[in-house]
């Protein structure tokens, strides 16, 4: 598992207060019980805690997939370096 | 019990300055929404897009010494409160002024002099403040202008429901209306929120639409902004009638609930049963409604949320309704949202055309009902809802009909 990945899902567990190997890269936000502005307040944890923006596009709270969004997250950080 | 008629209307929205014009652009089918212009673009993450008044001088409609006390959301009420008051043709003179309520919902109030001075305070560390910056940002600020620009000392306050403040406002002042307690009332909702702070604290909310507004459509991605005002003139139908007014429509009915679920996410029940008592309120069958200006804000959940409720209320009628959203148009404003889509419910009944809904690109499965996509329709329209459910799970409906 990526460290990324790894940070991720510890911050989704926390924030959603549910077991950590509950959540696996096919999960959805939906599935993991997360709705509503739970699911944007781990959006906004993910980008406080990787100092990125993520784009709406990239964060479908219905069926975007936990997977998905570390690609998201993985995409905007190499942006991120890349611009140095 | 006592019936109320609508006597007068103002507006000031993206699509103009003053109801006809408005109504115009509503037929039409023209929309207000483009790039705003008063913040700085870089500044915002999304699509920085809203719909913004245009080519609006405060000083064409206000003397020095009021414009020094007015924050834009109060120069908007004040701006529709006097198109809505001259039209009534009612004065305010005599007994009339104690028994006239006046009631503003308003979403956030004075936003552009709040954030001014908190820029001033915590950006520029400017350690004086201007005096007047409580009387322009305090929420009741448009009810108070217009009760003293006017002379109306009956009952004046305002209220706050989110995007349904407008439809409680009016629904208060209704139910003060057939209490005896007044004869008239001078009612709407106003805001102007295009401000750096609050867009970026919508944005922050993942609800702003990064291209436009599209109601019901495949693809519609949220809501977009936009500010103004709508008032509305009622007052019994005995006295409109004593006094020859010309008679616009009549208010027949109001309902109001309140989820009690999610702080965001809206109910399919909540709104069906503020639907429902607004029907039941005015007396109306489902089927004797011909059009419903919808909430309709854009988002996923909204129009879905919606489309339910319709059909939870209206049965197999639902599909003979034609349903429309004008947000796409003066965009999502707020606190004034309700009031200027009355005024489309009440162009419709009075001209037999409905505001379209535009940028609807093709149908969504969850959205299965008549949205008027794109064109107005010409059809005659005898009864009508305009639905506000807002954030906070707040629900508020209005009923009206042709005037008697």
Request: with cysteine; charged share 20%.
């Amino acid at each position: 598992m990526s460290t990324v990945q790894q940070e991720t899902f510890d911050i989704i567990a926390k924030q959603a207060k549910i077991e950590l190997d509950t959540i696996t890269p096919e999960s959805t936000l939906k599935d993991l019980g997360i709705a509503s502005l739970d699911a944007i307040e781990v959006i906004f944890d993910l980008e406080e805690h990787f100092d990125i923006n993520l784009p709406n596009e990239d964060t479908d709270m219905e069926n975007g997939t936990v997977g998905l969004l570390v690609e998201a997250i993985e995409r905007q950080l190499a942006q991120k370096n890349a611009q140095g | 019990m006592r019936r109320i008629v609508i006597t007068g209307m103002g507006g000031i929205c993206a699509l103009g300055h003053d109801v006809p014009t408005i109504w115009k652009g509503m037929t039409e089918g023209r929309s207000g929404i483009g790039p705003i212009s008063r913040i700085e673009p870089g500044q915002l993450r999304g699509g920085g897009i809203a719909a913004e008044i245009k080519d609006f001088d405060p000083t064409v409609h206000f003397d020095e010494s009021r414009l020094a006390l007015l924050d834009p959301i109060s120069q908007y009420a004040l701006v529709a409160a006097r198109e809505a008051i001259a039209q009534s043709g009612l004065r305010f003179d005599g007994e009339r002024a104690a028994r006239t309520a006046v009631v503003v919902g308003v979403g956030v109030a004075g936003e552009e002099t709040r954030e001014g001075l908190y820029r001033k305070l915590y950006a520029e560390k400017v350690g004086r403040f201007h005096p007047l910056g409580i009387v322009r940002i305090m929420t009741n600020a448009p009810a108070s202008q217009i009760s003293m620009v006017h002379g109306i000392t009956g009952p004046t306050f305002a209220v706050a429901s989110a995007c349904a403040s407008s439809n409680h406002a009016i629904s208060q002042a209704a139910l003060m209306i057939r209490a005896g307690m007044v004869d008239a009332a001078v009612v709407g909702g106003a805001e102007a929120c295009i401000t750096l702070g609050l867009m970026r604290a919508w944005e922050a909310m993942r609800v702003l639409a990064p291209d436009t507004c599209r109601p019901f459509s495949s693809g519609r991605r949220g809501l977009v902004l936009g500010e103004g005002a709508g008032m509305l003139v009622l007052e019994t139908l005995a006295s409109a009638q004593a006094r020859g007014a010309e008679i616009l429509c009549e208010l027949a009915g109001v309902g109001m609930s309140a989820d009690a679920g999610d702080i965001a996410a809206p109910s399919d029940g909540g709104a069906a049963a503020a639907m429902g008592m607004a029907l039941r309120d005015a007396g109306l069958a489902p089927e004797e409604i011909g059009y419903i200006n919808a909430h309709g804000t854009g988002t996923v959940a909204n129009d879905s949320t919606e489309t339910r409720a319709i059909h939870q209320v209206f049965g197999t009628h639902a599909r003979q309704l034609a349903i429309s959203s004008t947000k796409p148009m003066h965009g999502h404003v707020l606190g004034g949202g309700g009031a200027l889509e009355l005024l489309a419910a009440i162009g419709t009944i009075r001209h037999g055309v409905v505001p379209p809904t535009l940028n609807y690109l093709g149908p969504d499965p969850a959205c299965d009902l008549d949205y008027v996509p794109n064109e107005a329709r010409e059809t005659k329209v005898d009864a009508a809802l305009s639905n506000s459910f807002a954030f906070g799970g707040l629900n508020a409906v209005v009923a009206i009909r042709r005037a008697p």
